[in-house]
């Protein structure tokens, strides 16, 4: 019985896409290179965390934040 | 001190603003055309009429094409809290946290889950479950953006929370305080009201493009009759919700109130200037005020928007900065002067914690405690002009936002009482006006948020911290490559969207 729900909600997305229109298809697309260049190109290559990357451990961000917030103009 | 490079936060904040309203254009038709799907859906599962059917699904792909268009570019904003606001985004950490986790639950499971029924599951799933799942996904963008209002909302009005000395962290207290605050629940309103408002204009101005193209009378019909009706409840609600809106900025942001009409000079009885016009006052002590070329005023209307009270106090620009002792009004000398003890005390706390000295970190924790309420003014020493917001941008953007929000309610009976009276046809120049109005919907809703957001200005947390102390040390020609490439993308993506969009309208509903 499981199998079979499991089947059928395979079937439906499967069928689904399948069966898709050409404006659906052009609209995946889109979304698959938009994903592809936020995740794989700008958050990698642009938009790493900045205290993730430059500090270790949250004791050491945590002191960077209280240094920028206790010497800023 | 150091020396600050302004520029960066110039930048960093323009390609804030850049992401944000770019996510914008495609957030306002999700939320409300969302709804106005689901009503013609459930009319068409009520009546069995196969026409209510036809009409469900071409607005539903509309739908599809924008929540595809749009869906991930909100997430570029939450990679810039990481990179550009890594202050900010440390700060605020744990208040945030909360609501964007449940965000995402409810975003990936209401959403991405049900949207697949509406659009696979014609014909697969039973009428009345199909009819669910649209009603679902209206319902879960909805709450989706819910989440997301409320972290803005605290932003403007911190509540609910306690600020760690020894994290630098402000940790959530009471969620309920952070989710029901009067600003939350006021901005929330708003926000999802206007988008209605939007959804509909846009329904209304596409359904009129095909009388002009002299196609599908009945279908326009019915849509238009749909529309109007959500649009004028939405843009009726949006109004209410936008006094009420009002009421709570005036108590909790009083600066920005006073520069949404430019108030200079606090007054008993004040006016609301419903059209002026901005000049500089060429007043060298005070490089923010502006004066008047010209306005029309409603006697008393400002009061009455601020605090419910047609003789009651509004401050103005003035009032704010040199204080007022009248009315209770600390000078922003005074708040700066309390804002550098608190910054001083977090310094010696941290100090008197690496030391180990208990006493001297129980001394500065007070002393934070007593202060931290104007923790950011402590930032404003050497730029005291810098507490006002940019009063032209404020003002307009203010008055194009109300104004239009005003002319779309009339626009709403006019197109109620052309199908009612069956005169939908008689007037040719009423689609010319339904187009143009599409336009019009999207800058008053990016007016809306630009009043917001600009002035709330030099806040990114209202008193607590302000945008110079929020943005990471950058290479400012690094925020300004990513700005560029940000422009790029959106603007293909805005292409590639109404490219399709207008491929899916020309073709028309399927018979």
């Given at each position: 019985m499981q199998k079979n729900i499991f089947f059928r909600i395979f079937n439906f997305y499967f069928t689904g896409f399948k069966t898709m229109a050409s404006w659906g298809k052009s609209l995946w697309i889109i979304i698959l290179v938009k994903l592809f260049i936020m995740f794989a190109i700008l958050k990698v290559f642009f938009f790493p965390n900045y205290l993730k990357t430059n500090f270790k451990t949250e004791k050491e961000r945590s002191n960077h934040v209280i240094e920028q917030l206790t010497t800023k103009p | 001190m150091t020396q600050f490079d302004f520029s960066l936060i110039d930048w960093s904040r323009a390609q804030f603003a850049l992401t944000a309203m770019y996510h914008w254009i495609f957030v306002p038709l999700t939320l409300g055309l969302g709804f106005?799907?689901?009503?013609?859906?459930?009319?068409?599962?009520?009546?069995?009429?196969?026409?209510?059917?036809?009409?469900?699904?071409?607005?539903?792909?509309?739908?599809?094409?924008?929540?595809?268009?749009?869906?991930?570019?909100?997430?570029?904003?939450?990679?810039?809290?990481?990179?550009?606001?890594?202050?900010?985004?440390?700060?605020?950490?744990?208040?945030?946290?909360?609501?964007?986790?449940?965000?995402?639950?409810?975003?990936?499971?209401?959403?991405?889950?049900?949207?697949?029924?509406?659009?696979?599951?014609?014909?697969?799933?039973?009428?009345?479950?199909?009819?669910?799942?649209?009603?679902?996904?209206a319902i879960g963008a909805n709450i989706s953006a819910l989440w997301i209002l409320v972290a803005n909302a605290w932003m403007q009005l911190p509540e609910g929370m306690k600020f760690n000395p020894a994290t630098a962290r402000n940790e959530m207290q009471n969620f309920w305080d952070v989710l029901l605050s009067p600003m939350a629940v006021s901005k929330f309103l708003h926000t999802i009201t206007s988008a209605y408002t939007l959804s509909a204009l846009v329904v209304i101005g596409i359904a009129c493009w095909f009388l002009l193209k002299k196609r599908e009378y009945a279908f326009v019909k019915k849509s238009v009759l749909i529309a109007a009706v959500f649009g004028l409840l939405a843009s009726i609600m949006t109004a209410i919700t936008g006094d009420f809106s009002a009421k709570v900025i005036a108590e909790h942001q009083p600066m920005k109130f006073a520069s949404f009409e430019g108030l200079y000079e606090g007054k008993t009885g004040a006016p609301l200037v419903a059209f002026g016009i901005l000049k500089d006052a060429k007043d060298t002590t005070a490089p923010y005020k502006k004066d008047f070329a010209m306005k029309i005023q409603l006697p008393k209307m400002l009061s009455i928007l601020a605090n419910g009270d047609a003789n009651s106090y509004v401050p103005g620009i003035k009032d704010l900065m040199e204080g007022n002792a009248e009315q209770n009004i600390l000078p922003v000398d005074e708040k700066i002067a309390r804002g550098k003890i608190a910054i001083e005390a977090l310094a010696a706390y941290k100090n008197a914690q690496q030391a180990n000295d208990t006493i001297a970190q129980a001394k500065a924790k007070e002393q934070l405690d007593a202060n931290f309420k104007y923790f950011g003014y402590g930032y404003f020493q050497q730029h005291k002009n810098l507490l006002v917001p940019n009063i032209g941008i404020t003002f307009y953007s203010f008055h194009i936002m109300v104004g239009l929000g005003f002319y779309f309610i009339a626009f709403f009976i006019l197109m109620l009482l052309l199908v009612y009276k069956e005169k939908l046809l008689k007037y040719r120049w009423v689609f010319y006006l339904a187009l143009v109005n599409i336009p019009l919907a999207y800058i008053a809703s990016q007016a809306g948020w630009v009043t917001a957001e600009m002035g709330r200005q030099p806040w990114v947390i209202q008193d607590l911290m302000p945008t110079l102390a929020a943005v990471s040390r950058l290479d400012t020609n690094a925020v300004i490559v990513t700005f560029i490439l940000f422009a790029l993308i959106f603007t293909t993506l805005l292409i590639a969207e109404l490219k399709i969009m207008c491929k899916q309208i020309k073709i028309g509903p399927k018979h």
């Open positions: - | 106005i799907v689901a009503i013609m859906e459930s009319l068409y599962v009520r009546t069995g009429n196969p026409e209510w059917k036809r009409i469900t699904k071409f607005w539903m792909t509309l739908f599809g094409i924008n929540f595809a268009i749009g869906v991930a570019t909100g997430i570029i904003l939450e990679f810039e809290f990481g990179t550009n606001w890594s202050n900010y985004s440390w700060f605020v950490g744990d208040i945030f946290g909360a609501p964007l986790a449940i965000e995402g639950i409810l975003a990936f499971f209401l959403e991405a889950t049900f949207i697949a029924v509406m659009f696979f599951g014609w014909n697969k799933v039973s009428k009345k479950f199909h009819l669910l799942s649209t009603w679902l996904v």
